[in-house]
Nanobody, 122 residues
Framework: QLQLVESGGGLVQPGGSLRLSCAASGSIFGAMGWYRQAPGKEREALSCISRSEGSTIYAPSTKGRFAIWRDGTKNTLYLQMNSLNFEDTAVYYC?????????????????WGQGTQVTVSS
């Protein structure tokens, strides 16, 4: 059973940055993505990176502020988050799909991490 473990969350002031990591316990063969869920809100797809081409997609709320990449040799996924604001406060999850291409459909992701809390507060 593949396990994903997120890290890097924490408390940050508005305008600050955080880098999230997602370490996989084994090889990743599909696309990987980041999601978040704020209290009282639905889970939101943030970004995805495909397995083969390394192509990426971003949600409109993240464009220009977030960057996703993966280190294939370490089976690790990253999310660099800059210019954070209060609306970015949420639990952030990484996930991986068996499909190579990206999708924002959360039902296509087979493995999920336990989440890491990001809190933006002054």
């Amino acid at each position: 059973q593949l396990q994903l473990v997120e890290s890097g969350g924490g408390l940050v002031q508005p305008g600050g940055s955080l880098r999230l990591s997602c370490a996989a316990s084994g090889s990743i063969f599909g696309a990987m993505g980041w999601y978040r869920q704020a209290p009282g809100k639905e889970r939101e797809a943030l970004s995805c990176i495909s397995r083969s081409e390394g192509s990426t997609i971003y949600a409109p709320s993240t464009k220009g502020r977030f960057a996703i990449w993966r280190d294939g040799t370490k089976n690790t996924l990253y999310l660099q988050m800059n210019s954070l604001n209060f609306e970015d406060t949420a639990v952030y999850y990484c996930a991986t799909s068996l499909a190579s291409k990206c999708t924002s459909d959360s039902s296509k992701y087979n493995y999920w991490g336990q989440g890491t809390q990001v809190t933006v507060s002054s």
